[in-house]
T-cell receptor, first 114, second 113 residues
Framework: AQTVTQSQPEMSVQEAETVTLSCTYD???????LFWYKQPPSRQMILVIR??????QNATENRFSVNFQKAAKSFSLKISDSQLGDTAMYFC???????????FGQGTRLTINP | GAGVSQTPSNKVTEKGKYVELRCDPI?????LYWYRQSLGQGPEFLIY????????DSGLPNDRFFAVRPEGSVSTLKIQRTERGDSAVYLC???????????FGPGTRLTVL
């Protein structure tokens, strides 16, 4: 079974700073996807960024980028120029190719301070 | 278009009662998922539908939990003989097909007294 671990329960940074959220996972699979989801107080999970394991290049979406280290089974999220609207819970998630179910970590509560 | 909707937003029930939670996926999405999120935890997979059939129900915790999607659109998660441990936020998601991004609804917060 796959497991996802987020070792930082809470993080807090000042607006405009850069912050990195950590995620490690355990799997024996070779083909899989990794995701970062944002969950604001409204409860609705929003996809931030997605990485396909077979791709060497790290995914980037505007201010959000990942550092994917397949051998180390590490998948961290970097948020540049953080904004107040980035305040939320962030979840790292794993999906085995073809399995369809997401396996989530415990989450990191990120607070951006003005 | 409209996103995934879930009703009710909140549900309070008494231990031992039966509850139904409804999910309306995005129009045209063939895949539908249910997850359960306990307080302070990440969501946990319950069941996945492709069309009308349950393709993977390995996450249902026991036989008190059952889900249907009779016409391949709306889905209902049914919980019999509720227990206090069933209290959680139940999230629904849909995707255009498997392999595509899952879009989540706002969830139903279930509280069992």
């Amino acid at each position: 079974a796959q497991t996802v671990t987020q070792s930082q329960p809470e993080m807090s940074v000042q607006e405009a700073e850069t912050v990195t959220l950590s995620c490690t996972y355990d799997t024996s699979e070779n083909n899989y996807y990794l995701f970062w989801y944002k969950q604001p107080p409204s409860r609705q999970m929003i996809l931030v960024i997605r990485q396909e394991a077979y791709k060497q290049q790290n995914a980037t979406e505007n201010r959000f980028s990942v550092n994917f280290q397949k051998a180390a089974k590490s998948f961290s999220l970097k948020i540049s120029d953080s904004q107040l609207g980035d305040t939320a819970m962030y979840f790292c998630a794993f999906m085995k190719k073809g399995a369809q179910k997401l396996v989530f970590g415990q989450g990191t509560r990120l607070t951006i301070n003005p | 278009g409209a996103g995934v909707s879930q009703t009710p937003s909140n549900k309070v029930t008494e231990k031992g009662k039966y509850v139904e939670l409804r999910c309306d996926p995005i129009s045209g999405h063939t895949a539908l998922y249910w997850y359960r999120q306990s307080l302070g935890q990440g969501p946990e997979f319950l069941i996945y539908f492709q069309g009308t059939g349950a393709a993977d129900d390995s996450g249902l915790p026991n036989d008190r939990f059952f889900a249907v999607r009779p016409e391949g659109s709306v889905s209902t998660l049914k919980i019999q003989r509720t227990e206090r441990g069933d209290s959680a936020v139940y999230l629904c998601a849909s995707s255009q097909d498997y392999y595509n991004e899952q879009f989540f609804g706002p969830g139903t917060r279930l509280t069992v007294l």
